[in-house]
């Protein structure tokens, strides 16, 4: 059973940064695309970044790219989340979530099939 943890949300001024992790169990890294996603108050759950299992692509919704760069080790089952010049638009429950791929090389941020979500971390970015 795949099992996913997050952690590292806090609050921070805008143009402040976090890196949020994600600890995985139940799950080879290398067999799954990894994403993060995330949930501000009032609004459906988005895709933010997605990295392909090999871990060498990577994809981003707008605008998010140029500040928030998604990483993993696998040697420790962990993904993460750099994020850098938050703005309060990214205030959010954000959420790691694993897919097995659809595609070769890429991988889509804006769609999963992963139900089994945590309880996120909380991010907060004040004017």
């Known amino acids: 059973e795949v099992h996913l943890v997050e952690s590292g949300g806090g609050s921070v001024p805008a143009g402040g940064s976090l890196t949020l992790s994600c600890t995985a169990s139940?799950?080879?890294?290398?067999?799954?695309?990894m994403k993060w996603w995330r949930q501000a108050p009032g609004k459906d759950r988005e895709g933010v970044a997605c990295?392909?299992?090999?871990?060498?692509?990577?994809n981003a919704r707008t605008s998010v790219k140029g500040r928030f760069t998604i990483s993993k080790d696998s040697a420790k089952n962990m993904l993460y989340l750099q994020m850098n010049n938050l703005k309060p638009e990214d205030t959010a429950v954000y959420y790691c979530?694993?897919?097995?791929?659809?595609?070769?090389?890429?991988?889509?941020?804006?769609?999963?099939?992963?139900?089994?979500w945590g309880q996120g971390t909380q991010v907060t970015v004040s004017n």
């Open positions: 139940g799950l080879r890294f290398d067999e799954y695309d």
């Open positions: 990295l392909n299992r090999r871990g060498t692509w990577s």
């Open positions: 979530a694993a897919d097995r791929p659809k595609f070769a090389d890429t991988c889509s941020y804006s769609t999963t099939q992963f139900d089994d």
